[in-house]
Structures are given as C-alpha cells and as structure tokens.
Antibody
Framework: QVTLKESGPALVKPTQTLTLTCTLS??????????VKWIRQPPGKALEWLARVDWDGDTFYGPSLKTRLTISKDTSGNQVALTMTNMGPSDTAKYYCAAAVTNGMVYWGLGTLVTVSS | NFMLTQPHSVSESPGKTVTISCTAS????????VQWYQQRPGCAPTTVIY?????PSGVPDRFSGSIDGSSNSASLTISGLQTEDEADYYC???????????FGGGTKLTVL
C-alpha cells in the first residue's frame, strides 16, 4: 500500500523560507519511473502544480514560482523536500505531495496547511 | 502558455450521466496523458482516472475517461450518478515543451 505524508510548519512569517517534507511508504524513490510532485491549493481555489523530482534526479518547476522553489530527494530516507523562499500571505495554502508510479497511477498525500502570517 | 479549460460547474440528478470536459489551449491533447482527480469537500484529491482512461482499483466502473482529438479535449463521464459523487473534479496533463504539469481550473459537480 502506497502512502504519502506531508510534514512541515503550520505557520510561517512573511519573508521566511518554508521547508516541507514528503515521506513515502510502500514505494521506493529509486524505482524506475517514479515521479514525486508538490501541488498547492489556496483556500477556495484550484490546484496549482509546483515542482517535480523524478527517480533519476531530474527536477522540474512551475514557471511562476521557479525562482523561489527547490525540490530534492533523499533516496535512503525515502523523502522528498520542497523549499520555498520569501513566503508571503498569498502562499497560504494546503500543500500536497503526490507520486506517479510506473504504471501511471497517481497517489496523493492528505496535505498540510501552511499559513503565512506575522 | 498551455492551459486546460474546464466548465466551472455542472449539475445533474441522481442516476443520470454527466460528462465533464477538459479542453487544451494548444498542441494536441493526445500528446500527453490526462489524469482526473476527485476532491470531495474538505478532503485531499484522489485519482479517479489516469493515463486518459485507466481506472484505479476501487474506483467504480461508473467513472470513465476519454480523449477526443477533434475537439482537442478530454472528458470524464460519470454514469449512474450518486450523491457521493458530488465533488470538485480536476483534469491534469503535461506541457512537454517546457516540462510543466498543468491542472484545469476544476469543475464543481452538484448532484441534486
């Protein structure tokens, strides 16, 4: 059974850097064709794709936030991290990680709510 | 920029069939797989269709996905509507030119 769990601070101050971690179970980051992505959803709004890291280490970023994001993977710990710099109130959102596996199926975590406020 | 356009909302009665469209702004919708996600109120999204028309185990066969090259769109069809199907539905695909994944704006399905 594949599960993903997001973790990180619930509250960050403006201008701070956010670091979120996605821990995978039942799926290895070293497995071919595994791709892990971060998606966010501001309250009442649509899903927004942020970034992705592939099994081979390739990384990809959404164009609007590219300069603020870094995605990385720790294969031995089976975790994927996302850092976002210079947080602002508009970054308040539920942050989800999701994994696409070899057969194309996409698994989602339950998400973690991040509020940006002083 | 590559965009996926969905109707803002659709509604239908229990037992009926509804189709939600997802139209690509340019390129060919058939060039990359389309996924569909269901998001019930207050919950995380879950996958109901992947790779255009594949259904995960546990998803009822009332859910089906298709691609129409002539309209450059993907569709999610839900037959035998049930009240539990009431949710937001998002399509998602890939802009291979710039290696970016794209979501549609979401469609709110009301079963009334």
């Amino acid at each position: 059974q594949v599960t993903l769990k997001e973790s990180g601070p619930a509250l960050v101050k403006p201008t701070q850097t956010l670091t979120l971690t996605c821990t995978l179970s039942g799926l290895s980051l070293s497995t071919s064709e595994v791709r892990v992505k971060w998606i966010r959803q501001p309250p009442g709004k649509a899903l927004e794709w942020l970034a992705r890291v592939d099994w081979d280490g390739d990384t990809f970023y959404g164009p609007s936030l590219k300069t603020r994001l870094t995605i990385s993977k720790d294969t031995s710990g089976n975790q994927v991290a996302l850092t976002m710099t210079n947080m602002g109130p508009s970054d308040t959102a539920k942050y989800y990680c999701a994994a696409a596996v070899t057969n194309g199926m996409v698994y989602w975590g339950l998400g973690t709510l991040v509020t940006v406020s002083s | 920029n590559f965009m996926l356009t969905q109707p803002h909302s659709v509604s239908e009665s229990p037992g009926k069939t509804v189709t939600i469209s997802c139209t690509a702004s340019d390129g060919s919708i058939a060039s990359n797989y389309v996924q569909w996600y269901q998001q019930r109120p207050g919950c995380a999204p879950t996958t109901v269709i992947y790779e255009d028309n594949q259904r995960p185990s546990g998803v009822p066969d009332r859910f089906s996905g298709s691609i129409d090259g002539s309209s450059n769109s993907a569709s999610l069809t839900i037959s035998g509507l049930q009240t539990e199907d009431e949710a937001d539905y998002y399509c998602q695909s890939y802009d291979s030119r710039i290696h970016v994944e794209v979501f549609g704006g979401g469609t709110k399905l009301t079963v009334l």
